[in-house]
């Protein structure tokens, strides 16, 4: 029976490998099926769930597995400078994610279960990959602090923190009370990209995987890049359509890059 450590290497190859289909059935046809894109005759939209509990729901284990693992880590690990700060970089986004962003939404289309479900098992899967890691099977060498990958990999992942976190205030602040039509996001990051929230998030995991420089980080950068990357692609391309005045000037999700249609 393979060990532990081989199985956690079996979970990460798979995130890498399921990142691929999952980018071409997004741009190639397939929508993420909730928001917008919600269709209330499909079969995964039947039990609709509030937009608050369904993010605090799906959120929550990327939060509550890492810090099981940290009750079961090694002493050495656990005391490294290294490996807390890593771990507080993740602890920090999900922390955001899970306690403060469900309670900031006003409203918000209700989100189908089995999206709520699918979100909980990734956010479960990719805990454990993530915090085992950093608890059992990797002690970074305490060198690693003044390393310019490790710098630049964390000024990077606080850049995008701090665009996803400016971008979703963007949004949640476009309609006034009682207003439900869409509008057209301006400022910070909108001004150049229609996925703003979607670049900052990528910029953070680009960040978190350099200043880890570990293949577990790799593959939820790249899964995070291959799953939100169409859909902000999507929703450039919804604003297109939908808006005649929509600045022609911005990208889809990466700047001065990603907008080409793709389909």
């Known amino acids: ?109 209700k989100t189908p279960l089995f999206i709520v479900f699918l979100a909980f098992m990734f956010c479960l899967w990719n805990g454990y990959i993530q915090f085992r890691y950093l608890t059992v099977f990797e002690n970074y060498n305490k060198a690693w602090l003044t390393d310019p990958r490790f710098i630049v990999g964390v000024l990077l992942f606080f850049t995008g923190f701090g665009v996803n976190i400016h971008s979703d205030h963007i949004l949640r602040n476009l309609r006034k009370p009682g207003d439900t039509d869409y509008k057209i996001p301006r400022g910070g990051m909108f001004e150049y990209v229609s996925g703003a929230n979607f670049f900052g998030e990528i910029l953070e995991w680009l960040g978190f995987a350099i200043a880890c420089w570990s293949l577990p980080a790799f593959a939820f950068s790249f899964f995070t890049f291959c799953n939100i990357g169409p859909r902000g692609y999507q929703h450039h391309q919804w604003y297109l359509k939908k808006f005649q005045d929509y600045p022609q000037s911005r990208k889809a999700v990466i700047p001065f890059i990603w907008s080409r249609t793709l389909r």
Not at 55 to 70: G, K, M, N
Not at 82 to 103: E, W
């Open 1 to 109: 029976m393979p060990g532990e450590e081989t199985i956690h290497l079996i979970l990460v190859l798979i995130m890498i490998i399921v990142s691929v289909p999952t980018f071409l059935y997004l741009c190639f046809g397939g929508e993420a099926p909730y928001g917008r894109y919600r269709s209330a005759q499909a079969l995964y939209s039947y039990f609709p769930v509030e937009a608050r509990l369904a993010w605090f729901i799906q959120e929550s284990p990327a939060l509550v597995i890492p810090l099981i693992c940290l009750s079961l880590g090694r002493e050495e690990l656990l005391s490294n400078p290294v490996n807390i700060a890593l771990c507080s970089l993740f602890l920090l986004h999900y922390a955001q994610r899970t306690l403060i962003f469900p309670f900031l939404l006003r409203g918000g289309k």
